[in-house]
C-alpha cells in the first residue's frame, strides 16, 4: 500500500513539521475557541503532536495530531487518557474534530454561514 504523498511529507520533516502543521492548524481555528497551544508537556516526534484546547463552553481538551488525524485523547490540558475499552475516534480535519466536542463552535460556523449568505444577498440587491 502507498503512502500519499502528504503523509510521506509528514514522516519526512519529523518534530519540525508537526510543529509546522500545528501552527497552521492554530491559526486556522484559534477564533472558535477560547485557547488553543502545542503542549510544552507532552512529546512532538515524526509520528505527531499534541494540541491543549479550551472550547467556547470551557471545556479543556489534550487532542492528538497525527498521520491518523485528530483525536480526542484526554478531557484535561496535557493528559493522554490511554483507555483499552474506549474507541478512538480520529477526525480528517480539526473543524470535524470541533463540530463534535463544542456545540458553540457549530453556533458560530452557522452564524458565519448565515452572515456570508445575507452579504451575498445584499450584493444581489445592490446590482438590481
Not at 510521506?8 to 472558535?32: P, Q, T
Request: glycine share 4%; aromatic share 8%.
Amino acid at each position: 500500500m502507498s503512502k500519499s504523498p502528504v503523509t510521506e511529507e509528514r514522516l519526512l520533516d519529523g518534530a519540525k513539521g508537526w510543529r509546522e502543521e500545528a501552527e497552521a492548524v492554530i491559526a486556522d481555528i484559534s477564533l472558535m475557541v477560547n485557547s488553543i497551544t502545542i503542549s510544552s508537556i507532552l512529546p512532538c516526534d515524526e509520528s505527531g503532536i499534541y494540541l491543549n484546547v479550551e472550547t467556547k463552553e470551557n471545556s479543556s481538551f489534550t487532542i492528538e495530531m497525527s498521520t491518523a488525524g485528530f483525536r480526542v485523547c484526554g478531557n484535561q490540558l496535557d493528559l493522554i487518557e490511554e483507555n483499552d475499552d474506549q474507541e478512538k475516534i480520529y477526525y480528517e480535519t480539526p473543524y470535524a474534530l470541533l463540530d463534535s466536542i463544542s456545540p458553540a463552535y457549530r453556533y458560530e460556523l452557522n452564524l458565519i454561514h448565515h452572515l456570508i449568505f445575507v452579504q451575498s444577498l445584499d450584493i444581489v440587491l445592490e446590482q438590481l
